[in-house]
Structure formats: C-alpha cells, structure tokens
C-alpha cells in the first residue's frame, strides 16, 4: 500500500485558504476588463521549502498573472501593484525584507498564519501573485 507523505498531505489541505487569498488579492485590481482570476491562474502545486531534495518539507502554491494593459505601462503596473500591497497593509500581513537588490519592485508579506504572498511587477505590462501556504515537514507539522 502507498500513502502519501504527511508533508504533501497537510500542504495539499492549504489549497482551499491559498486560493481564497489569491482572490482577495485579485479582487484588489481596479481594472475595468480584468478577466475572472480562474482565466489567469497557473495549476496550483506543491513547492518543496528547501533546497535539499531529500527533506520532507511541502507547502501548497497558487500563482495568477494579470495582464494591465496591451503594451508596457510601467506605471499602470506598479499602481495595480501598490492596490494589493495597500489591501495587505490593511489586513495586517507583515512586510518581509527583499533579498533583491535595492530597487527590485518584487515585495514578499507573511501573516500570522505562515502563508506567504509575493507582489511582483514584471515590466511588461503584467503583475504577478504568487501564494505559498506555511510549510509542513515529514511528520504533517507545521514548521517555520
């Protein structure tokens, strides 16, 4: 009989909590042709939360990229940007350093929970969102 690890398990039953923030986020976007975030979401996954391919340690991932406009805008993309870092100003989601060199327009926030959100313009007319749900280890504990 094969059962799943208990890592995988315990990140697999975040997918409901990353998704709804995910839509809390993109609900966030002021445009007025903004397609239904279902339409510009990657198939969630699990990310491992090391670099050691032998330890057991899982977390659930939900990504979404929205188009801003058809040709660059710079400073569309950052506005939009800046609607989903202030909405998580709001709610409370702690601002974690950026290891990027100064002036990389990426932001990464955490909540109190563990989950991970990234805010990354990508200067060509796209902002991404990425959702990381804390990380559990071979034992269906969370750590970290």
């Not at 491992?48 to 805008?73: F, G, H």
């Not at 959702?131 to 034992?139: A, H, K, L, N, T």
Request: aromatic residues 6%; contains cysteine; proline residues 6%.
């Amino acid at each position: 009989m094969v059962t799943a690890r208990a890592d995988e398990a315990a990140a697999r039953e975040q997918r409901a909590r990353t998704r709804e923030i995910l839509h809390d986020l993109w609900d966030q976007f002021d445009l007025a042709d903004k397609p239904d975030v279902e339409q510009q979401m990657a198939p969630g996954r699990l990310r491992a939360c090391t670099l050691d391919t032998t330890s057991q340690i899982s977390a659930w991932a939900e990504t979404a990229r929205l188009r801003v406009s058809e040709d660059e805008n710079p400073e569309l993309e950052a506005g939009q940007a800046e609607l989903v870092r202030a909405w998580l100003d709001d709610h409370g989601w702690e601002r974690i350093d950026n290891p990027a060199p100064e002036g990389d327009p990426v932001t990464y926030h955490r909540d109190a929970d563990g989950f991970k959100v990234t805010v990354a313009p990508q200067l060509d007319a796209r902002v991404s969102l990425d959702v990381e749900s804390p990380c559990f280890d071979g034992q269906g504990q969370r750590v970290g």
